[in-house]
């Protein structure tokens, strides 16, 4: 049975910093990870999306990469800002058309302004 | 562009009553997924669809039941519920389950079963 999980559950950090949050998966034949935001009391925002034949993917700030064969993957933020606090989310999709999403526990992340 | 809509967004039901949520997608997507989101053990898969007609269990279907009728709706049904199913709900749709598409959540719905 796949297995995520985040580290550290919780980060506190000052504006501006640069910073790294991990995810690791015990099961290294998936399809895709994706990083999701989760802001209090509301839904799963889709930060990024890597396909298991990919190494890295960049949006903005945010770069995550993927090693899939030691089965883990890090969502790195830069010059972090106090409206990037919230939940970050790792998930894994083992495809087949079936069978969802296997989600880590999430890392809460709180910016200092 | 509404995407993934879920209703109601709140509700509070007493222990054996029973209730339906609903999922409708604007986007055209084949997947449906239900899960639910719990303090401590994260989100975990209650049911699924792979096409119209289609549904399938998840990781903890246990007293829950869906239904696919028509490609845009997921329902997710309590026959009779227990305050185990405490929870915030999530929808989520995708075009197929090929590596390059992402899961589209809805925003939850918040259950309360007193």
């Known amino acids: 049975k796949q297995e995520v999980t985040q580290i550290p559950a919780a980060l506190s950090v000052p504006e501006g910093e640069n910073l790294v949050l991990n995810c690791s998966f015990t099961d290294s034949a998936i399809y895709n990870l994706q990083w999701f935001r989760q802001d209090p009391g509301k839904g799963l925002t889709s930060l990024l999306l890597?396909?298991?034949?990919?190494r890295e993917q960049t949006s903005g700030r945010l770069n995550a990469s993927l090693d899939k064969s030691s089965g883990r993957s890090t969502l790195y933020i830069a010059a972090s800002q106090p409206g990037d606090s919230a939940t970050y989310l790792c998930a894994v999709y083992s495809g087949g058309g079936a069978d969802g999403l296997t989600f880590g526990k999430g890392t809460h992340l709180i910016i200092q302004p | 562009n509404a995407g993934v809509t879920q209703t109601p967004k709140f509700r509070v039901l007493k222990t054996g009553q029973s209730m339906t949520l609903l999922c409708a997608q604007d986007?055209?997507?084949?997947?449906m997924y239900w899960y639910r989101q719990d303090p401590g053990m994260g989100l975990r898969l209650i049911h699924y669809?792979?096409?119209?007609?289609?549904?399938a269990k998840g990781e903890v279907p246990d007293g829950y039941n869906v239904s696919r009728l028509k490609k845009q709706n997921f329902l997710l049904g309590l026959e009779s519920a227990a305050p185990s199913q405490t929870s915030v709900y999530f929808c989520?749709?995708?075009?197929?389950?090929?590596?390059?598409?992402?899961?589209?959540f809805g925003d939850g719905t918040r259950l309360s079963i007193l």
């Open positions: 669809s792979v096409g119209e007609g289609t549904t």
């Open positions: 986007m055209n997507h084949e997947y």
């Open positions: 989520a749709s995708s075009d197929s389950g090929q590596p390059n598409q992402p899961q589209h």
């Open positions: 890597i396909q298991s034949s990919q």
